[in-house]
């Protein structure tokens, strides 16, 4: 069955500082897959999806992550975080058929030291 | 620009007493609506997707019953029953069915048990 781990339930990073948030994911197939974020006290937004082709995808905001097949990850990073980067951040994969549903990870705060 | 609107956005639901939530879909080029529920773990799960006016889904889960309804082209429901524990309901919307499509979310209704 298709899952997504996301093993760290909190990071803590220095404002200025680099910062990955890791992502698994159990598919047998090609994926598709996003990450979310969620601020304080609000819905979710698409931070960047993945369809295949270029491993590296961009996102708003500075965020990037990298798909590898061989290690069935989705990691997200950002070179230089800041304190409005406070938040849930979520990793979903989807089947890419007539599927409605996304199988998400349990989510990672993140929380910025000043 | 707001594309869901979400009411209300917290509830206090005695136990035992049904709740309904309703959803506006502000823009018509993102007509696939579902529900997803936020347990008190931040964990996300889907719940129903409905195209068409008239479409009706029932699923019980752990700690509630739901009942959706695509009530117009613009407005989804939700009745929550037999609710044991908090959670967070979303309304979300897409510009097309299948499950890699990215999602557009509400703000939510947070329903507590008095």
């Known amino acids: 069955a298709q899952s997504v781990t996301q093993p760290d339930a909190r990071v803590t990073v220095s404002e200025g500082a680099s910062l990955q948030l890791r992502c698994k994911y159990s598919?047998?197939?090609?994926?598709?897959l996003f990450w979310y974020v969620q601020y304080p006290r609000q819905g979710l937004q698409l931070l960047l999806k993945?369809?295949?082709?270029d491993p590296v995808v961009q996102g708003v905001n500075g965020f990037e992550a990298e798909f590898s097949k061989s290690n069935s990850s989705f990691h997200l990073r950002k070179a230089s975080v800041h304190w409005s980067d406070w938040a849930v951040y979520f990793c979903?994969?989807?089947?890419?058929?007539?599927?409605?549903?996304?199988?998400w990870g349990s989510g990672t705060k993140l929380i910025i030291k000043p | 620009v707001t594309l869901l609107e979400q009411n209300p956005r917290w509830r206090l639901v005695p136990r035992g007493q049904a709740v309904n939530l309703r959803c506006i879909l502000k823009?018509?080029?993102?007509?696939?609506m579902s529900w997803y529920q936020q347990d008190l773990q931040k964990q996300l799960q889907w719940l129903f997707t409905?195209?068409?006016?008239?479409?009706?889904?029932v699923k019980s889960l752990p700690g509630a019953d739901y009942l959706a309804t695509r009530v117009t082209d613009t407005e989804l429901r939700l009745q929550v029953a037999n609710m044991s524990q908090g959670r967070t309901l979303y309304c979300t919307c897409?510009?097309?069915?299948?499950?890699?499509?990215?999602?557009?979310f509400g703000h939510g209704t947070k329903l507590s048990v008095l």
């Open positions: 409905l195209r068409s006016p008239g479409d009706k889904e």
């Open positions: 979903a994969v989807s089947m890419g058929d007539s599927n409605y549903q996304l199988i």
């Open positions: 823009n018509s080029q993102y007509p696939w």
């Open positions: 993945y369809y295949p082709g």
């Open positions: 598919y047998f197939g090609t994926p598709y």
């Open positions: 897409s510009p097309g069915q299948i499950s890699n499509e990215r999602l557009f």
